[in-house]
């Protein structure tokens, strides 16, 4: 019996066989790893992919059962299980095998190196675990402060009451979105991104948010170029749910009777969305002059804001922008999303205010 070895795949062909020479050669030329079999079963020919994917000598005449005997695929229903195809831990590789009818051959079996997929698999089910355990804290607190409504309502308010289960409502909000912007980004191919018009996807935005801010008593006012579409390619959900933590930590942060101004304009060909509110500024401020990491907001923040800025300055370079905070007037803060577009829309460029707490001009 003829060992077929990764210096040599398949028995020596004689220059005649021209037909062993052609196989041997598609076989070396793909990126999978193909074993060959006769129709009596045995093995007839093997790539060299084949044999290093492997990690051993393969024989010729060598049968299915030979081959996977002693694995965790052997036994009785194994053809059945290769036909279907199946996963198998080869030394440090995972090799997806699939076993396919070759017509006058007999059949094949082709093996492919996963084990990148399956690393990435590994860290998803990792994430998802560490998101559960990381859930757990917020979520509990809630049913904490339910049980306390039901029982004690004097303890319930002196623990926050509804002000804190909502900031701990959002804080998992926040770790879910987090989770699922990574788990994303590193499978992002361009044919994700697509057009679509800042200025409406604003102004559709801003009424669901008025719903806070109207809860707070805090003021949410509008400003936006009049009938000039602001176009942006990238990932609109992803775009939109920046923008609504920007506005959402602004209205959380804002005094009653405050208000807070949202505004987008067109600077040296960037869509510029401006978040304006009053409510005393982000620790350190005043005396850096402009903050553009969130990091350590987000490592010191027990309510979920600073994760909010981490993750909408991410989504921010992601689309080639940025994101900063400066202050306004030394009152508050002044939050800039910056954001390239494609060609500004011709015409008049005339900005509208638009009263978001009922109030129309």
């Not at 040599?8 to 790893?33: E, F, K």
């Not at 024989?59 to 059945?80: C, D, Y």
């Not at 500004?344 to 205010?353: I, K, L, N």
Request: charged share 20%; net charge negative; with cysteine.
């Amino acid at each position: 019996m003829e060992t077929i070895s990764l210096n040599s795949p398949l028995p020596v062909a004689t220059d005649g066989d021209a037909a062993a020479l052609r196989l041997q050669a598609l076989l070396d030329s793909q990126p999978w790893g193909i074993v060959t079999f006769a129709s009596d079963g045995g093995v007839v020919g093997a790539s060299a992919r084949a044999v290093a994917l492997f990690e051993k000598p393969i024989v010729a005449g060598t049968t299915l059962e030979q081959l996977f005997g002693n694995s965790a695929i052997g036994g009785a229903e194994m053809s059945v299980t290769l036909e279907q195809g199946c996963e198998l831990a080869i030394g440090d590789r995972w090799l997806w095998l699939k076993l396919s009818p070759a017509g006058d051959l007999g059949f094949s079996l082709a093996m492919v190196d996963i084990t990148p997929l399956r690393m990435k698999h590994d860290e998803r089910v990792a994430g998802l675990r560490y998101l559960s355990h990381d859930l757990r804290s917020p979520q509990n607190s809630i049913v904490a402060l339910t049980q306390l409504y039901e029982s004690d309502r004097d303890a319930f308010d002196a623990c926050g009451g509804v002000r804190q289960m909502g900031e701990l409502a959002r804080y998992a909000l926040m770790l879910g979105e987090n989770f699922m912007f990574s788990s994303m980004v590193g499978a992002l191919q361009q044919r994700d991104f697509a057009r679509f018009d800042m200025r409406a996807t604003v102004r559709d935005l801003v009424p669901q948010l008025e719903i806070a801010a109207v809860y707070r008593n805090v003021a949410l006012r509008l400003w936006l170029p009049d009938d000039a579409p602001v176009w942006i390619v990238g990932l609109r959900p992803f775009i939109a749910r920046a923008f609504q933590n920007l506005v959402d930590n602004a209205i959380q942060a804002s005094r009653p009777s405050t208000s807070i101004a949202v505004s987008l304009k067109v600077v040296d060909g960037y869509a510029e969305l401006q978040i304006k509110d009053w409510a005393g500024g982000l620790p350190g401020l005043h005396q850096r002059g402009r903050i553009d990491s969130f990091d350590e907001m987000a490592k010191k923040s027990s309510k979920g804001f600073g994760i909010g800025l981490t993750l909408t300055a991410r989504v921010a370079r992601l689309h080639g922008g940025t994101l900063y905070a400066e202050s306004n007037q030394g009152l508050g803060t002044t939050f800039v999303m910056r954001l390239p577009c494609l060609a500004y829309a011709s015409g008049r460029q005339r900005v509208d205010e638009t009263l978001m707490d009922g109030e129309r001009q």
